[in-house]
Every structure is written in C-alpha cells, then in structure tokens.
C-alpha cells in the first residue's frame, strides 16, 4: 500500500519537517508515504493563473488509476473511525495507492477538484497548508491503528 500527499510548496519549519518525520515514520509499519511537493505560485500573479499552475503540476503527480481525496473546506467531515474505515476501503479499491491533495493558500483548482475521487474535511477551522499535512498523517497513523484494532485512538 502507497500513501503519496500532493501538496503546493515546501516546508521551511524545522519542527513540521521533524513531524512529518516522525509520523512518516510511525505508518511506515502500515505503508510507503512520500510526499509530492509542487511550487506554489508566486503571490504576485492573478489568483486563476495560480491556480491553473498549481493545478498542472498536481495533476501530473496523479497516475490515471489512483484514488484521489481532495483535503477541501467544503468537504465532508468524517470521525477518526469512520476515516479509518474509508481509507482501508479506498486503499482496497484503489490498487493500493490513495493520493491525498492539499492545496496552496489560494485554494485548488477546478481540475483537481473535479479529479477527486472524494472531498474531505478534517475541520470547519483553518490550518496552514504546512500544519495540514502534519494533521493528516497523523489522521492516517491514526485509521491504521483504529483498523488494526490497537490503543492508540483512545
């Protein structure tokens, strides 16, 4: 199984990288993780254009065949068990690889929204892209733990 996170730009926080580490790390027992960083668009440029550029270079790090949450204000939220019920059905669905998206600070465009398989929503608050990605792993840690019956949830 292949957890691959498609995200606009990099991460300058030592702490978020050494997070990210760790819970990499921590599902690693579970599956592969990478995480795919694409350049956000410069702030400087019309929002559309952003998005359309953004929106190319994330939909060339998705094969034709994968799974694809969109993490998305506007979409459905999900308890930590009912997550880890669905991220074991979509990886069972998907071939084994489940590709989640996180946009950059101007949002998602419409092509890799229309290219999501699902929208999630992990909460009606906002967290920067960088602590986005944090959040979801440690999500993805833990629905395996919850799926393999373990203590970590409590």
Not at 22 to 36: A, G, V
Not at 100 to 112: A, C, D, L, R, T
Request: charged share 30%.
């Amino acid at each position: 199984m292949k957890l691959i996170i498609v995200c606009a730009g990099k991460i300058r926080e030592k702490w978020i990288k050494d997070g990210l580490d760790e819970y990499t790390k921590r599902i690693s027992r579970f599956c592969s993780t990478e995480i795919r960083e694409v350049p956000d668009a410069p702030d400087t440029i019309p929002v559309e254009q952003a998005l359309e550029r953004e929106g190319s270079a994330m939909m060339a790090q998705i094969k034709p065949s994968s799974v694809v949450w969109l993490m998305d204000l506007a979409g459905e939220p999900m308890t930590s068990e009912v997550f880890s019920t669905e991220l074991i059905r979509a990886f069972e669905k998907g071939g084994a690889e489940l590709v989640f998206v996180i946009g950059g600070s101007n949002g998602i465009s419409p092509e890799v929204v229309a290219r999501a398989d699902r929208r999630i929503n992990f909460s009606k608050m906002t967290f920067t892209h960088a602590m986005a990605r944090v959040i979801l792993l440690e999500q993805c840690y833990r629905a395996f733990k919850i799926a393999g019956g373990e203590r970590y949830h409590k």
